[in-house]
């Protein structure tokens, strides 16, 4: 009998049918490995409080999360700072920091990769105290995170309807973004602070980004004409963009990209604000900061 204990957190409520092929896979398959587990809910409201007493009571080693970016956020931003390692089964509708960790978007694929036990710590980052670990944006991108958290159906299709529809409605905000000192002012459509490296769907947005590199990585999507935002786009995330220094012709260039561990941005115009893919409201300001080895995440 393994001396694992693991705790897997299902949510309840979406995908029923297939929630319950899930449980019934995560029974087989950890009984398998003679690992002891427990099969509970996860909480809308993010409340973990009664876990971590049951981690330090039963001497839980894993907890094991089935779900989307949005459970790990979560999750992990409730139970950092207590000594248990974090899985995921990627079930959400974009599975961005479980592609950027490596771990299989195919249940079973992902339950072997977590039995193997290799772990690692991961960075996150607070925005205005709240807590992030994989991609949060200010801007076109957030706005698109407020209206798909509105619709019935929250898969690629519908994700890819939204971000058509604001392209089209899109328009530069007004940024000031401070660094160690240095301040400058941009017209911009988005701005994306990245942990993990991609929007989720293997949709790239922060090609250098590393879950272990103690940085955060910025991507600021400047005006431009519209019409040569996605091909710019697409360059930057073919090309695998090369980091950039903050320099003066930096107003020539329609995207920025830089790594730093902490920066302000003042947010003049009030863009919509996301974190881990999830609407949160948005401020004058946001202080940005990282948080090195904030979490033990099972990975490849």
């Known amino acids: 009998m393994s001396d694992r204990k693991i705790i897997y957190l299902v949510n309840p409520i979406s995908g029923t049918s297939k929630k319950e ?9 950890t009984t398998a490995q003679g690992i002891a587990f ?11 409080d009664w876990l971590k007493d049951k981690i330090i009571r039963e001497k839980i080693t894993d907890v094991v999360m089935t779900g989307g970016d949005g459970t790990v956020n979560q999750v992990t931003g409730a139970l950092r700072g207590v000594n248990v390692r974090f899985g995921i089964i990627p079930m959400g509708s974009g599975n961005g920091l479980a592609r950027t960790a490596g771990i299989p978007t195919k249940p079973q694929q992902a339950l072997a990769m977590i039995f193997s036990g290799k ?10 105290n709240q807590y992030a670990c994989m991609l949060s944006g200010i801007g076109f991108d957030a706005q698109v995170a407020h209206d798909f958290a509105t619709k019935a159906s929250r898969g690629l299709l519908t994700y890819t309807q939204q971000s058509i529809v604001n392209f089209f409605k899109a328009h530069p905000y007004q940024f000031e973004v401070i660094i160690d000192g240095f301040s400058f002012f941009t017209d911009a459509f988005f701005i994306s602070i990245a942990n993990s490296n991609q929007f989720g769907n293997n949709f790239t947005i922060a090609p250098q980004a590393n879950l272990h590199d103690g940085l955060l990585d910025i991507v600021i999507v400047q005006k431009m004409n519209k019409a040569k935002l996605p091909f710019v786009m697409l360059k930057h995330i073919r090309s695998n963009n090369k980091l950039q220094e903050l320099v003066e012709s930096m107003s020539e260039k329609n995207i920025l990209y830089f790594q730093t561990t902490a920066l302000k941005i003042k947010n003049l115009k009030y863009a919509p604000l996301h974190i881990d893919g999830e609407p949160r409201e948005t401020a004058e300001e946001f202080e940005i900061e990282i948080l090195k080895e904030c979490f033990e995440l099972i990975q490849a």
């Open 21 to 29: 092929a899930i449980k019934k896979l995560i029974e087989r398959e």
């Open 38 to 48: 427990e099969i509970t809910h996860t909480n809308a409201d993010g409340d973990y």
């Open 119 to 128: 772990s690692k710590k991961v960075d996150a980052f607070l925005i205005n």
